[in-house]
């Protein structure tokens, strides 16, 4: 059974400091997915990671893969209020069926709250 | 390009009533899936629909139903309610072809089972 587990579960961090969240996954899975929620609100798409050695940034956010150790990593940069918010990964459950896309599992989320 | 859409937004029922959740797609996906959210945890998956049949299921049990139309929109139906089917349903589409694609979530429909 495919298994996504995220840590820290809650983050409070103070402006300007950095952090890592990571995501763990049991089995192999070749896409890996990163969502931010702000409360009450759906998800936002934040990164797609395809590879092995992947890494994307979006502002002070930094995504990277390592499919070897089913490990993911999202890396905040001199953290800033707007930032807070619960974050999502999951990766792709295996298709029974011809299509590109798979359902997700997520993790739990990150919540993350960044104070001034 | 609207994004997905669902409707409604919010919805209050009771223990033993049916639902009728509904999605639009992303304008160009013919792909959608549903996920429920519980309060404080990570979605979880449904089930997905492709050229109008049920292709994926999650572990959910068969008061869970679906349908998805020739224009590709979708409809998550629940029968007799329990309360702790109450959270917020999100419909997510993509498109099949497209790797890179990742899954565009909307709004969502918060459902309360009193």
């Known amino acids: 059974e495919l298994k996504v587990e995220q840590n820290p579960l809650f983050l409070s961090m103070q402006e300007g400091k950095n952090y890592t969240i990571y995501c763990n996954y049991s089995t192999t899975s070749d896409r890996l997915y990163w969502y931010r929620q702000d409360p009450g609100k759906s998800l936002e798409s934040l990164f797609v990671?395809?590879?092995?050695?992947a890494v994307k940034q979006e502002g002070r956010l930094m995504a990277s893969l390592d499919t070897k150790a089913r490990l993911s990593t999202l890396h905040i940069t001199a953290a800033v209020h707007d930032l807070s918010a619960t974050y999502f990964c999951a990766v792709v459950k295996a298709l029974n069926y011809g299509g590109s896309q798979g359902n997700l599992i997520f993790g739990k989320g990150t919540k993350l709250s960044v104070k001034p | 390009d609207a994004g997905v859409t669902q409707s409604p937004t919010h919805l209050i029922k009771t223990r033993g009533q049916q639902v009728t959740l509904r999605c639009s797609p992303k304008?160009?996906?013919?792909?959608v899936s549903w996920y429920q959210q519980a309060l404080g945890q990570g979605p979880q998956f449904i089930f997905q629909?492709?050229?109008?049949?049920?292709?994926q299921r999650g572990n959910f049990p068969d008061r869970f139903s679906g349908h998805q139309f020739p224009n590709y929109s979708s409809e998550l139906n629940v029968n007799a309610l329990l309360l702790g089917d109450s959270a917020l349903y999100l419909c997510?589409?993509?498109?099949?072809?497209?790797?890179?694609?990742?899954?565009?979530f909307g709004p969502g429909t918060r459902l309360l089972v009193l």
């Open positions: 997510a589409s993509s498109p099949t072809s497209g790797v890179q694609e990742t899954q565009y």
């Open positions: 990671l395809l590879s092995n050695g």
């Open positions: 629909y492709y050229e109008e049949e049920e292709r």
């Open positions: 304008s160009g996906h013919d792909t």
